[in-house]
């Protein structure tokens, strides 16, 4: 059995305005989009030399990978040591050639939801795009059958219902990121409204 984390170790691991929660809650803007694996499909498109599409089959075939990490919702709950299983975004850069010009990343959703992030953060080593978590196959209201994982920054970046990421070289606000959330979402900071934005930037 592994030794039980100390509370204090624990409080180093919550953000500020942050509630532990052992629950798994589920936020998402209307309801889950309708799947069909059959026709589903993965795409890396915008700047990279050649586009890729990947069919359910192909994309499972990659290869695998596990990670541990805490995740942080800008509604105030975390979620400590969620283990996500799935495919590095390490293991899709092999798929690709990115062009010089690409500084940014939009993440496409079934559904029509996105999210944006500078590409330095989406090839951070601790983001993935998991179809498992905690040993089961994502449930359906968590983003099956594929969600990005963005430990480092708060929750809505963590886009679920995957289709597609976009390379780009100007940084496009996603569908929070519009409504008044902060364009970076960094929890330790507190990043959680566009009002706290830096005008500079
Ligand atoms: N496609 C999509 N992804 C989404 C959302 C959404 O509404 N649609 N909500 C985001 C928000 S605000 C959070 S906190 C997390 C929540 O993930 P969970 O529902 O698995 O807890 O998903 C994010 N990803
Ligand atoms: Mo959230």
Redesign the pocket.
């Known amino acids: 059995m592994t030794k039980p984390a100390k509370s204090e170790d624990i409080a180093a691991r919550v953000p500020p305005g942050q509630t532990v929660v052992e629950n ?7 309801p889950a989009p309708r799947l069909n694996l059959t026709t589903w499909d993965f795409k890396v498109l915008g700047l990279v030399e050649e586009p890729i599409r990947l069919s359910y089959e192909e994309f499972r075939a990659l290869p695998q990978s596990k990670q541990v990490s805490d ?1 942080h ?3 105030t709950w975390s ?1 400590l040591d969620n283990t996500w299983e799935g495919v590095s975004v390490a293991e899709i850069m092999k798929l690709v050639k990115l062009r010089k010009e690409a500084r940014f990343v939009v993440i496409h ?3 029509g ?1 996105t ?1 944006n992030l500078p590409l330095s953060e989406f090839l951070d080593d601790d983001v993935m795009l998991a179809h498992r978590h905690d040993g089961a196959d994502l449930e359906l ?3 099956f059958p594929l ?1 990005l994982v963005v430990p480092k920054l ?8 995957v289709r597609g990421i976009e390379f780009a070289d100007i940084d496009r606000r996603g ?2 990121e519009v409504r008044g959330y902060h364009n970076h979402a960094d929890p330790w900071t507190e990043e959680r409204y566009s009002f706290q934005e830096d005008p500079e930037e």
């Open positions: 798994f809650p589920v936020l998402s803007y209307g995740f919702c800008v509604t979620r959703c079934d559904g939801y999210t209201d968590h983003g969600r708060y929750g809505w970046k963590s886009a679920k219902w569908f929070w």
